[in-house]
């Protein structure tokens, strides 16, 4: 089944009165790399995150972000006074006071806007609860975020076989085509040399020798074969449950490849003007092939 990298999903679990919040996004990245979010309290559970969301997604940039509500809210945080931080600020201050005669009182807000005075403290969580809801959030998020991707592979899998079908109409053009070429070798030659020759006898053997040469040089059934055999693999690769999308962009390549050698060997016009229309649908396959797992 083709999948795209791009999705999104989002799922929630309740427990004990409180919101367990997953979220997915996934965009195209030539590797898997993952940036997980989650409440410093949570730190904890992050490779048993991980772990969930790569079994599922292969390819790709994902971004994770867990979070906790409660009743509808974020949950409150209880704030502390360092109160040894504190003691040692006024100490400071009154050695200020003594040293350099400066006036004036300390008062509560500024002692507040120092640096590590106030201690925020997260509401606490029961860890192994809250590793199961967000197990469950997680698995939601996840399905949503597959079934987006399912989709899009689908419609990318669609527009795949038209432009397949596309390229294998140029190339029996080509191969229909390539049937001529060296007709039409033998006819100009033998034009050209009967022009030259003025009446004078023409060597049968010596230009039946120089078309052979030419049809063995422009010989493109190879190219069509392997060509072919690219597509057929292909198409074959848009239906395995897998991760798939190097493998596609490895035999656009190699389809690429042969065109270029067919176009170059034919010496044929009209052969090498199906070959740049072949390379335009090439090029617009690789563009989504870019975006599939």
Do not use: W
């Not at 807000?109 to 509401?123: A, F």
């Not at 997680?138 to 432009?163: N, P, T, V, W, Y």
């Not at 007709?183 to 009446?199: C, F, I, P, W």
Request: charged content about 35%; glycine content about 6%.
């Amino acid at each position: 089944m083709l999948k795209s990298m791009t999705g999104f999903g989002r799922g929630e679990a309740v427990l004990n009165g409180r919101r367990f919040i997953a979220e997915i996004k996934t965009v195209n990245n030539r590797h898997r790399d993952m940036f997980v979010r989650l409440p410093r309290s949570l730190q904890a559970i992050e490779d048993e995150v991980r772990s969930q969301v790569s079994a599922v997604i292969k390819r790709g940039r994902v971004e994770v972000t867990l979070q906790t509500e409660k009743e509808g809210v974020e949950l409150e945080y209880d704030l502390q006074l360092n109160l040894p931080l504190v003691r040692s600020y006024l100490r400071i201050f009154d050695q200020l006071k003594q040293e350099f005669g400066l006036e004036g009182k300390v008062r509560a807000d500024d002692l507040c806007q120092m640096k590590d005075v106030l201690l925020v403290k997260p509401e606490e969580l029961d860890l192994a609860a809250a590793r199961e809801a967000f197990r469950e959030a997680l698995a939601l998020a996840l399905d949503g975020c597959d079934s987006m991707r399912i989709q899009e592979g689908g419609a990318l899998k669609e527009d795949f076989l038209k432009r397949l079908a596309l390229i294998e109409g140029h190339l029996k053009e080509v191969e229909n085509r390539a049937g001529s070429v060296v007709e039409d070798y033998k006819r100009r030659l033998r034009q050209r040399v009967e022009h030259v020759a003025q009446g004078m006898p023409v060597d049968e053997n010596r230009l039946m020798q120089e078309i052979a040469i030419f049809a063995d040089r422009c010989d493109i059934t190879e190219e069509l074969v392997r060509a072919r055999s690219h597509l057929e693999q292909f198409r074959s690769y848009l239906s395995p449950d897998d991760a798939v999308g190097r493998r596609l962009d490895f035999l656009l390549q190699e389809i690429n490849r042969e065109i270029n050698t067919m176009s170059s060997k034919a010496s044929d016009s009209s052969i090498s003007a199906r070959g740049v229309e072949m390379k335009a649908e090439l090029e617009k396959v690789r563009e989504q092939v870019q975006n599939i797992e």
